[in-house]
Nanobody
């Protein structure tokens, strides 16, 4: 069974930074794509950043602030989040997909508040 385990969330002040990690139970090369999604209270889940092959894409609201990266040796996907804003507050989920399934982590909470 494929597992994705997120970590790195927390409480940070506006303008601060966090790095989220998503550790996969198998090689990240076995996924067609991976990404980070977030869901704020009362809102729909939205894509924050995704990677497929060598292509990365970002939501307009996070471009130039968030950076996606991978460490294949650790089977881990990262999301570096800088210049955080209160509107970035949400539960952040990692997702991976292959030809047969979508796989989700349990989520990690990010709260941006002074």
């Amino acid at each position: 069974q494929v597992q994705l385990v997120e970590s790195g969330g927390g409480l940070v002040q506006p303008g601060g930074s966090l790095r989220l990690s998503c550790a996969a139970s198998r090689s990240i090369f076995t996924f067609n794509g991976m990404g980070w999604y977030r869901q704020a209270p009362g809102k729909e889940r939205e894509l924050v950043a995704g990677i497929s092959g060598s292509t990365t894409n970002y939501a307009e609201s996070v471009k130039a602030r968030f950076t996606l990266s991978t460490d294949s040796g650790k089977n881990t996907l990262y999301l570096q989040m800088n210049s955080l804003k209160p509107e970035d507050t949400a539960l952040y989920y990692c997702k991976g997909n292959d030809l047969w399934n979508d796989y989700w982590g349990q989520g990690t909470q990010v709260t941006v508040s002074s």
